[in-house]
């Protein structure tokens, strides 16, 4: 009971897969109407009106994707979606981007495009369209801070808020059309882990390593790349090394931590460990604890457990082995349009999962100036357990020297 399951019972040999061929549906092509719902627009505005909020103001970035499905450009020009507490929400864009926002999934959702020309003040046409006794409005966590206090110039007597403390409670909740675009996502991821041992030999340095996952990445099946992250020797012990020019060389381990976004604009993220030859003895100990400490904490996700208890269950396992001042980090981040959101898996967090949330599950250890590792598959809360989206296998790979 509250086990993770897996989405399918094969899991080929990390090092044998070809890349594959790409998903059949969303990942190639437009992103398909069911991720990006009208409904979501009247729910942000039931959020707004419920936390006392006179207006949701929100600029480009993951939140306007969630609420309309347009990835819209982030420029020094205003793009914002206006969603009143009391009224229809429309959307304000300059007018040479007024044709990409109604060819996008928001202009399907029958709400209003107004565009704007090079001398119009946004800002000011905005604040014409709200209610004159607006008191309190609240901006995407991520909206750039000259175009915040743009806007409280042009509402001089309203209090700005964050819009990401309604939106987020919101987004975390991922529907079944989303955790088919996450479940896509990290088969896509899964296919480059696959072939490693393509890439990864002694004499090549984490740099050339590292363009050929990110071309991998985009093989597999993503539209960008967010990250690679080559880790050899003792820049594994460095959580967000990412890559330099230090040779790899027989025996190291190394950690791997990919991820890209698809077309449909859902995020991957996996880690998986490999050593090059054979790794020293003390390594394997340390890494069998750590693969025990995901293992069961992967295990351990079901309904009504709480991100801090989940996170305890691997850190126990850890520090029990001698390990606990080498677990830096938090046990996990939320998943979706975003590689980091809500819920996080971190102590003192008390909120219990729910089915429907999605995140990663990555405890590490990470010994300075020696070697580090980290373990990384994103699970999903189910009605009665958890799955786990990434299916390459957790034991240590050991490729050729």
């Known amino acids: 009971m509250g086990a993770v399951t897996d989405a399918n019972a094969a899991d080929p040999a990390p090092t044998q897969d070809s890349a594959g061929s790409a998903p059949t549906q969303g990942v190639a092509g437009t992103p398909d109407a069911s991720l990006f719902p009208a409904t979501r627009l009247e729910a942000a505005r039931r959020a707004a009106q419920d936390a006392g909020l006179d207006a949701l103001l929100i600029a480009p970035g993951a939140d306007l994707r969630y609420l309309t499905?347009?990835?819209?450009l982030p420029l020094e020009r205003l793009t914002c979606l206006v969603v009143p507490a009391a009224g229809d929400p429309f959307l304000v864009v300059p007018e040479l981007e007024r044709a990409a926002a109604q060819a996008s999934p928001a202009g399907r959702l029958g709400i209003g495009i107004s565009g704007f020309g090079e001398t119009d003040d946004a800002y000011a046409m905005i604040a014409r369209r709200l209610p004159a006794n607006t008191r309190l409005f609240a901006v995407d966590n991520h909206m750039w801070a000259e175009k915040l206090l743009a806007f409280q110039a042009a509402l001089p007597t309203a209090q700005a808020g964050l819009a990401g403390d309604v939106l987020s409670v919101l987004r975390m909740r991922k529907t079944p059309a989303e955790i088919e675009a996450l479940r896509r996502a990290g088969a896509a991821i899964d296919r480059v882990h696959r072939r490693m041992g393509e890439w990864l030999k002694a004499g090549r340095t984490e740099r050339e390593v590292a363009k050929d996952i990110a071309d991998a990445i985009i093989d597999a099946g993503h539209a960008t790349v967010d990250f690679v992250i080559v880790g050899s020797g003792p820049n594994g012990a460095?959580?967000?090394?990412?890559?330099?020019?230090?040779?790899?060389?027989?025996?190291?381990?190394?950690?791997?931590?990919?991820?890209?976004?698809?077309?449909?604009?859902?995020?991957?993220?996996?880690?998986?460990v490999y050593t090059v030859g054979e790794p020293p003895a003390a390594f394997r100990e340390m890494y069998d604890v750590l693969l025990r400490a995901q293992t069961a904490q992967t295990g351990a996700v079901r309904p009504g457990i709480t991100a801090e208890e989940l996170d305890a269950v691997g850190r126990d396992i850890i520090a029990a082995a001698g390990h606990g001042e080498h677990f830096i980090h938090r046990t996990g981040h939320g998943i979706g349009l975003e590689t980091h959101e809500e819920p996080y898996i971190v102590a003192g967090s008390r909120r219990a999962l729910e089915a429907g949330m999605a995140f990663s599950v990555e405890p590490g250890i990470y010994l300075p100036g020696m070697y580090g590792a980290r373990i990384e598959d994103i699970a999903v809360c189910t009605e009665d357990g958890g799955e786990r989206l990434n299916l390459t296998g957790r034991d240590l790979v050991v490729l050729p020297a």
């Not at 499905?69 to 819209?72: I, K, N």
């Not at 990412?242 to 991957?268: K, L, N």
């Open 69 to 72: 499905g347009y990835q819209a």
């Open 238 to 272: 460095s959580p967000h090394h990412e890559v330099s020019d230090r040779v790899i060389r027989a025996g190291d381990p190394v950690v791997v931590d990919i991820g890209g976004t698809t077309a449909e604009g859902y995020c991957s993220d996996s880690t998986r």
